[in-house]
């Protein structure tokens, strides 16, 4: 466990998968983590993170930011529209891209402030009707919708079902970004990493293998 060891095992699950390592982004989960723990991380060297929720990142991170320089913050939850102002503001690249009119306030944003996060849209490839993501036969228009807007679209992500073998699902999202040439992928935590490494993960979110157990539990 932790920061070290996971870049080991990225190392290793790339070269087995004959890839290179610098391809893959870990992105370090701190979501709910005690600023300790995050803090020791960052005294590591550690610079790309990712939260779930606006508030919670909105709370904690400008104070991370202006005493440890460099610091790239990717949101990986899902996003309500009213915090999307919030969201460009504090967010190097947004993972949870999964509906229409999303991608127009995120259009609308981009075109006021010059700049966007990049984007990854986000595929819900089990179709569990509880979590986030658009649905499979939906992800193709919401990549051309942030296309033909001039929006930084990156990649896919996915979440697999928890109770699921997720390198079908890390393989059904591998697929859809050929089919829609693009080269970001966004998918593996703490349990599957390596699979998704497998499966050719260009970013990978990694939680408590880093950090440890979480104490709440933050969806
Ligand atoms: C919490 C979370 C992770 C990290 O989960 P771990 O199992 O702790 O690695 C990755 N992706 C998303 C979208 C999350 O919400």
């Known amino acids: 466990m932790g920061l070290s060891d996971i870049r080991q095992r990225i190392a290793s699950a790339a070269k087995a998968a004959g890839r290179d390592a610098d391809e893959i982004t870990l992105i370090a989960v701190s979501k709910v983590q005690p600023a300790e723990r995050v803090e020791a991380v ?30 790239a913050l990717h949101l990986i939850g899902p996003l309500q529209t009213n915090k999307a102002r919030a969201a460009v503001g504090l967010f190097g690249a947004i993972h949870s891209v999964d509906r229409m009119r999303l991608v127009e306030t995120l259009a609308r944003l981009a075109d006021e402030r010059g700049t966007s996060p990049d984007l990854f849209v986000q595929v819900n490839t089990g179709q569990e009707p509880q979590k986030a993501g658009c649905l499979p036969a939906e992800a193709d228009g919401l990549v051309e919708a942030c296309r033909r807007l001039g929006l930084p679209i990156r990649g896919l992500m996915c979440i697999p079902p928890e109770a699921e073998d997720p390198e079908p699902h890390f393989r059904a999202l591998a697929g859809m970004a050929v089919r829609n040439g693009l080269a970001g992928l ?34």
């Not at 998918?187 to 104490?215: L, N, P, W």
Request: aromatic fraction near 10%; charge should be positive; proline fraction near 3%.
């Open 42 to 71: 960052l005294a590591e060297g550690h610079r790309i993170y990712g939260e779930n929720r606006v508030q919670e990142a909105q709370s904690r991170w400008p104070h991370f930011l202006e005493r440890w320089p460099g610091i």
């Open 186 to 219: 966004s998918m593996g935590m703490s349990g599957d990493f390596e699979t998704a490494i497998a499966c050719g993960a260009t970013h990978v979110r990694v939680g408590s293998a880093i950090f440890g157990a979480r104490k709440a539990a933050a969806g």
